[in-house]
């Protein structure tokens, strides 16, 4: 006798009052270290966008925070292939996800979030490394010849490629959750954006910390006034999904989760920052460099959240 699948899962859910159909999914085991992987993903795809748009945009005294962004973005990419690697299931088989084992040629599927966005990363390290060259070139021992990466038509194109990918991973990670149905990321739209937002801000609270007693206060300041809106963004946006979800927020955050979320991300990590950025003398000269930790805290925070409470499904 066969089983419909579909018609069984209406029956279970007939039976019971789970409130999603992906609460009946298997989960992929994901922890700490893609937990690790979505935060410092975040933080190099924003650091890459703000050097940028600073790159593009900004004036001469901008170029040191420029250097700083580009460099963050390229020590904060480092780990990331590491730690996907270490947490599949068979870390020595991580190349079938580039290259096809049995016919040959690149393992390239558009359709596949997954597929796509390990080359989307692959490009953007590639892109960013040639920024970080072009901007730190006549630098630690590097020949000044390479500054061509960085001045010019060339300049422009390299910097505006490496914006835009680094847009792309920093919300690439919240998207990739709401193709697997799983409870939690397959019920809202709004992770990309989510990410995206945390992921800006949590490069800014970075640069910040980095560069508040190195570089021109007029970038300190233009990279103040962008964590304020992205963290004022990025809170409507959380507090939008989490009402939109309803039943399913209530199931998988009623708990600790919930309160790891409200106090860690919502409390500490955006609303004390945000103090600091209208107060900057809030806490003496201690504020920016606090504000930065608690913003960079409340980014881990939330990814961790949203990835074990989901798993403890």
Sequence with gaps: MSIDPASAVSRVLAQTTLPSDTFVTLSPHWGWLIALYFFLGGISGGAAFLAAMLHLFGRA???????LGYLVAF???LP???LLIVDLNRPERFW?????????????KWWSPMSLGVWIITLFAG??????IG?????????????????GTLGKVVAAATGLLGLFLAGYTGTLLTATNRPLWADTPLLGLLFLLSGISAAAAALLLLGWRRTHPASLSWLGQIDSYAMGLELAVLVVMVVTLGAVATAVLGNGWGVALLVG???LGTLVPLAAHVRPR???PATIPVAAVLGLAGSFVLRSVIVLASEAV
């Excluded at 005294?61 to 250097?67: A, H, I, N, T």
């Excluded at 079938?96 to 390239?108: E, K, L, Y």
């Design 61 to 67: 005294e901008d170029r040191p925070m420029v250097r």
């Design 75 to 77: 020590v904060a990419l």
């Design 80 to 82: 990331c292939a590491p």
């Design 96 to 108: 079938h996800m580039i290259w096809q084992s049995d016919s040959g040629g690149p393992m390239f």
């Design 127 to 132: 892109i960013l490394l040639l920024a970080l």
């Design 135 to 151: 901007s730190w070139a006549g630098r630690v021992g590097l020949p000044k010849r390479l500054s061509s990466l960085a001045d």
């Design 265 to 267: 991300t919502v409390l």
């Design 282 to 284: 809030l806490l003496g």
